[in-house]
């Protein structure tokens, strides 16, 4: 039993002994050129694990560095934040690029920052390096899960003394797990979450994917906050864009990060205002429009120029009042715009209308009235943006089969996603679109004719400026239609007011307001219409006069508002004339015809080229980074640009902004395509949509990425960048041990350190500077050297794309032996004895040395002089080290003649040959005399007595013998020894010994020698 616990020992502090060998405090480049980490002393170790350069507790000091111009402009004008790999991040600063931390653990963290300028982000995933902070090797970890534990915070004991980290932290199931050291994985880890439209108030679920028996999981979410979930979901209350990381340990002791690389960006939440066309007052101040949420609120009831389209004042599900004032007529009506409208209500008994809309969209709205005057949907549109309608997606399913006549919708709310179900004569589906708000276009809709009898036909007919996707009718009666050119019959009589509402390819709201119907006796009005509304300067504008045949015969007058007008008697309807602006500006077209009066505005402008700007980050890339292409920036420079609004008289009343949304200053799409150095297309993307879009490029080599936009004028602009596709070698990394090897002792070289920032290793090549050269596949390899010296060792790793990088380490290689005689060399008691040292090295010189006597005394001395007192045998050992710390030891024993007398020591070997065994007893020996016979029993019943030390044996069979020998010495004193033979007929080869025996062996020596130090004693 205490022979096991002896081995166990050893065991024990051979292990030890490899862990010790390595330390660490050091970085593990993963994104070279990103950042610079120093510790307080201002010392930057990039992987040396001889150094521990980053302690507990000291004071680090990261500095965040450009790799490419896009990160040079984020840290020159951008924000940064910085997350440290535990629970502990920044938040996004201007003046984050240099910025400290403490840890209070040893701990492999992954320490990144990102940054943010000119709507790009910079990920984390393009950053991050790991920090080896303390002596992590030799650190003893212990993880305890449980459910009972906090799910957002983690609690840390960290014991110095004896090395000991404990961590408690929240698991789903029980996890307690006990490492020594933890490494450092570059396997990649995948971050998903649940939903691509984030906005804020919204909840996301993550989780991940790796082939591993995780047992330690640690979420940073990017906004502070943080989770010990296997798949948390999370809530971001504020708009930002953020960028998710998991920190895992799995059951190996190994530690995986892994990043959301395109990150997370949580929009402010768009919608839920009034876009106000002819109001809120109309015909300054000869009515009003007013629209309340359920709780009262408004949104601003005055004007575009008050109204918040981040407000969210009106939202779907809302019962939303409507209120009106001051209009003409006896009888009025509200056209909700979803296909709903009320009934005409005598004017004294009209009350606030309420309506609710079920899903977020832009619907168009009018109220209407006639008798004693009337007020037409051209004189009241405006618009309400329902709920988030900036943030919503929308997916057109048009159907031939489908009822025209009606619509149906799915709302995902947390998807943010509206199904749209409908009829349409040519059916194309169109999904994942954005409606653009805030603008509509204004377009020409038709009806022919426009008085007719109950019951009689009516044919409708527009012309959008873009293709439509979704079209809907509404003819004032109450009910819709989805086709293309409706016919349509009135059931009563009454004067009714249509329009048409289009959603077209690129998400702009188009609608058109044809005339007034008269039907069973009432009278229509004659209507103007242009086109385009929108249209560069010297271009022909088609105007439309459509009217009942009664005003055919009047004269009307169309004033331009450039200066010029023009009288026009039709005869017929409709009448088509243009004119052309030769001035940018906003001009009111007006038609007079007895007392009507009618109008239409055009928008004249220079148009100005859209400006491309495309950002290609990182660059040069990894060959299995994601690149990101980012033309969010380009833009048109007529955005907000003012343009002239002219009066009757073409003189300038206003200065009229140009929205953002319009197509006059909008960018309608995009196309990227990637070219690389043969010319060759490797990759093409095409979207209506400015947004940043990403591609991952499997081989290396130099690609030129061109962008093209287009704006709703159909102008065009260009832009190349040249980007590169690298493989970034590994990094070459070794140890090896023993630290101090000596000649033809065991060396294992280590290259476990060694990695790829992107790939893996495949090949290890060993120059271990003798000659000697080894290929392996494997990291660990082990080395002999038969002469001492200093060796340059020089491993060279290889990528799986054959990339490589080397490092070179000298080796020394020892010789030393320890070794002394002494004179005299018979020595009796209270003799002086005096030890000489023969001991050698190289390289290196014995610097030191260490004597045990035997006796309880011991000498640092060279040569040193000793007495021993009392007689007996005494091993002495003498210890050497040279000049680099290498040790040797040798232990020889002396015989101390003193008054007493003395057994003989019996010793003896064999040869076996078959069943023949030869035994020699010629190293037995008396100390204060001689032997004078050997005593033999062999084990299978035969004995002999010879003076002789060397005697034969034949066996008569194969078998395991005990075999004796006892030595007499001339003064009858005598000793024995016990050896374990196996013989073995037809070979000359002994058979094994088993271990149980040998042990038993080596314990019947040691009884041995102690009764013969108990006898001299």
Not at 587 to 607: A, F, L, P, Q
């Amino acid at each position: 039993m205490k022979v096991n616990r002896l081995l166990i020992f050893i065991a024990f502090l051979l292990f030890l002994g490899l862990n010790v060998s390595m330390s660490n405090g050091y970085i593990i480049l993963i994104h070279n050129g990103t950042m610079n980490i120093t510790n307080s002393s201002g010392y930057t170790n990039n992987y040396n694990k001889n150094i521990i350069a980053y302690k507990v507790n000291d004071t680090i000091t990261f500095t965040a560095l450009a790799p490419d111009s896009v990160t040079e402009d984020i840290l020159n004008n951008g924000l940064v934040k910085w997350d440290f790999g535990d629970l502990t991040e920044t938040d996004y600063n201007n003046s984050n690029n240099i910025v400290t931390h403490k840890y209070s653990f040893p701990f492999p963290y992954p320490v990144a920052w990102c940054g943010y300028l000119n709507n790009t982000g910079y990920s984390k995933a393009l950053t991050y390096n790991w920090l080896v902070v303390g002596d992590v090797r030799n650190t003893k970890y212990i993880f305890n899960g449980s459910s009972s534990n906090s799910k957002q915070q983690w609690n840390v004991i960290y014991n110095s003394s004896n090395n000991t980290v404990i961590i408690k932290y929240y698991s789903e199931t029980p996890k307690n797990y006990e490492f020594y050291g933890l490494s450092v994985d570059l396997t990649p880890v995948t971050v998903n979450v649940s939903r691509d439209e984030i906005v804020a108030g919204d909840s996301v679920k993550f989780n991940y994917s790796i082939s591993r028996n995780i047992i330690f999981i640690m979420w940073s979410f990017g906004d502070g906050t943080f989770s010990f979930e296997k798949s948390p979901t999370h809530t971001y209350t504020k708009p930002g864009i953020y960028y998710p990381r998991v920190l895992l340990v799995d059951d190996y002791r190994r530690v995986l990060v892994g990043y959301l690389d395109e990150g997370i960006k949580v929009n402010k939440p768009r919608g839920g205002y009034i876009y106000w066309v002819m109001g809120p007052s109309h015909y300054n101040g000869e009515a009003y429009t007013y629209v309340y949420n359920s709780s009262g609120d408004d949104n601003d009831n005055r004007g575009n120029a008050y109204t918040d389209p981040y407000k969210l004042t009106y939202k779907e599900n809302d019962t939303i009042r409507f209120e009106m004032s001051g209009a003409w007529g006896y009888y009025w009506k509200w056209d909700f715009g979803d296909g709903t409208e009320t009934d005409y209500t005598y004017k004294y008994l009209f009350t606030p209308s309420y309506h609710v809309y079920k899903f977020p969209f832009m619907w168009p709205f009018f109220w209407m009235s006639y008798g004693a005057g009337s007020w037409w949907k051209s004189d009241t549109l405006n618009f309400i943006v329902v709920g988030d309608v900036g943030n919503t997606r929308y997916n057109f399913y048009p159907s031939s089969t489908y009822n025209p006549s009606t619509y149906s919708y799915t709302y995902n709310t947390s998807a943010h996603i509206v199904n749209l179900y409908y009829y349409s004569d040519n059916p194309t589906p169109k999904q994942n679109m954005k409606i653009k708000d805030g603008y509509y276009i204004d377009i020409t809709a038709t009806a022919n004719p426009v008085e007719v009898g109950v019951n009689q036909n009516v044919q409708f007919h527009c012309n959008p400026v873009f293709k439509p996707i979704f079209i809907m009718w509404s003819f004032g009666d109450g009910t819709i239609s989805f086709k293309t050119s409706p016919t349509h019959r009135y059931s009563k009589s009454g004067i009714y007011y249509p329009h048409v509402f289009i959603v077209d390819e690129y998400g702009n709201i188009e609608v058109g307001i044809p005339p007034p119907i008269g039907v069973g006796g009432y009278s229509s009005y004659p209507q103007i219409y242009v086109s385009p509304t929108i249209a560069p300067t010297n271009y022909p504008i088609n105007i439309t006069i459509v009217e009942p045949a009664y005003y055919t015969r009047f004269w009307h007058v169309v004033y331009f508002r450039d200066g010029n007008y023009q009288w026009i008697l039709p005869h017929y309807s409709p009448y088509t004339f243009t004119h052309t602006y030769t001035s940018e500006g906003v001009y009111h077209i007006d038609m007079k015809v007895r007392s009507v009066e009618n109008g239409k505005t055009v928008y004249i402008i220079d148009d100005r080229d859209p400006i491309a700007r495309l950002y290609v980050y990182p660059n040069p890339a990894s060959y299995n980074t994601t690149v990101f292409f980012n033309s969010i920036n380009s833009y048109d420079p007529d955005a907000n640009r003012n343009i002239p609004e002219y009066d009757y008289n073409g003189n300038k009343i206003s200065e009229y902004t140009i929205p953002p949304n319009s197509p006059m200053a909008k960018i309608y799409g995009f196309n990227l395509t990637v070219y690389n150095s043969s010319g060759n297309v490797v990759w093409n993307y095409t979207s209506n949509e400015l947004k940043i879009v990403s591609h991952k490029f499997n081989e290396t080599g130099n690609y030129t990425a061109v962008l093209t936009v287009w704006d709703g004028m159909g102008k065009t602009d260009s832009v190349s960048v040249k980007f590169s596709i690298i493989n970034k070698p590994p990094v070459s990394e070794f140890t090896y041990y023993p630290n101090l090897p000596k000649v033809n002792q065991t060396i294992t070289f280590d290259a476990s350190l060694s990695y790829d920032p992107e790939g893996k290793i495949v090949k290890y090549v060993w120059n271990f500077g003798d000659g000697n050269i080894n290929e392996t596949n494997s990291s660990k390899i082990t080395h002999i050297y038969t002469n001492p010296g200093t060796y340059n060792v020089t491993l060279t790793v290889y990528d799986n794309l054959n990339s490589s990088s080397s490092i070179t380490k000298p080796v020394n290689v020892f010789y030393i032996k320890a070794n002394f005689t002494w004179i005299p060399n018979i020595i009796h008691i209270n003799q002086t004895i005096y030890f000489i040292d023969n001991s050698t090295s190289t390289p290196g010189n014995i610097v030191k040395w260490y004597w045990d006597f035997g006796d309880g005394t011991t000498s640092n001395k060279q040569n040193p002089i000793h007495k021993y007192i009392k007689g007996g045998i005494y091993e002495v050992t003498l210890t050497v080290t040279n000049s680099y710390g290498v040790k040797d030891t040798i232990s020889k024993r002396i015989f101390v003649i003193g008054n007493g007398h003395y057994p003989p020591v019996a010793r003896f070997t064999f040869t076996v040959n078959g069943l023949n065994v030869t035994f020699d007893a010629s190293s037995s020996y008396d100390i204060d005399g001689v032997i004078v016979k050997y005593i033999w029993d062999f084990g299978d019943g035969d004995t002999n007595t010879t003076t002789n030390p060397i005697i034969t044996h034949i066996y008569n069979k194969s078998g395991v013998y005990t075999v004796k020998l006892t030595v007499v010495d001339d003064e009858n004193l005598n000793g024995s020894t016990v050896r374990i033979i196996s013989v073995n007929k037809g070979t000359g080869k002994s058979i094994p010994i088993p271990l149980p025996i040998e042990i038993i062996i080596f314990i019947t020596t040691l009884l041995s020698i102690n009764y013969i130090m108990r006898r001299l004693k």
